[in-house]
């Protein structure tokens, strides 16, 4: 995956001034890995924003635990609640990831730092990855022809991958969307993760359609030889 040299052009020096940081982080827990990852042969990881830097989300994993986010879903009108939810860890990130040259990003062992510019505020950079990232997003993906499919081949029902949280509000509960599920490897898929992080910082800093590129042949899952057709589900730039 080549580097873009736009972070080193005139415009982006002259438009480009330091914000405040950001950290991208990709969380996961038992339960991703065995209730949704193991069934779906597919990896499955929680990718999030913090204005604390890497080293200081541990509060962030914490209250993932105690909220056991994404354990539930819904199943004949019922909610049921998977386990290994209740703790998070955050995933290692390659040593051989690399940033393009000049890009105000900094790779950590366990998180993405991000420099944003001063016109680009933490939520709208979370909702921009989010739009970014909106093809890989797990929920989505479970209704999609693309993911029915895949279903379909295992015998799996789509809603058990449409992952919801139930929140304890004063006695009372209230379940909420976990929207923030990816299909995603860390240890394939992160250098794929760094430039899409590099394209929304572009395409913020330097408005207007990004060039264009020769497509270049990905790697995608493929169910078991004897069955359906291939059914690709990854992080897309």
Not at 30 to 37: F, H, I, S, Y
Request: with cysteine; glycine share 8%; charged share 25%.
């Amino acid at each position: 995956m080549e580097p873009d040299k736009r972070f080193k052009s005139a415009a982006f020096r002259q438009l480009y001034r330091p914000g405040e940081r950001i950290a991208v982080y990709v969380p996961g827990c038992r339960g991703l890995r065995v209730a949704v990852g193991q069934a779906l042969h597919i990896g499955a990881w929680k990718i999030s924003t913090s204005q604390i830097e890497a080293r200081g989300i541990e509060p962030r994993l914490q209250a993932l635990g105690r909220d056991r986010y994404a354990a539930c879903y819904r199943r004949a009108g019922r909610i049921v609640e998977d386990e290994g939810f209740d703790e998070w860890v955050l995933s290692t990130l390659p040593p051989e990831l690399v940033v393009s040259p000049s890009a105000p990003i900094v790779l950590h062992g366990r998180g993405i730092e991000v420099i944003l510019p001063t016109t680009l505020s933490a939520v709208t950079f979370d909702r921009s990855l989010r739009h970014a990232l909106a093809d890989a997003e797990m929920g989505s993906w479970a209704s999609s022809p693309a993911g029915l499919e895949h279903c379909a081949w295992f015998g799996l029902s789509p809603s058990r991958f449409r992952r919801l949280t139930r929140y304890d509000m004063c006695g009372s509960a209230r379940l909420s969307k976990a929207e923030e599920i990816y299909l995603f490897k860390p240890h394939l898929q992160a250098q794929r993760l760094v430039r899409v992080i590099e394209n929304v910082v572009l395409a913020h800093v330097l408005p207007g359609p990004l060039p264009h590129r020769k497509p270049r042949a990905r790697p995608a899952y493929s169910p078991p030889a004897t069955g359906s057709s291939a059914v690709k589900a990854q992080l897309v730039m």
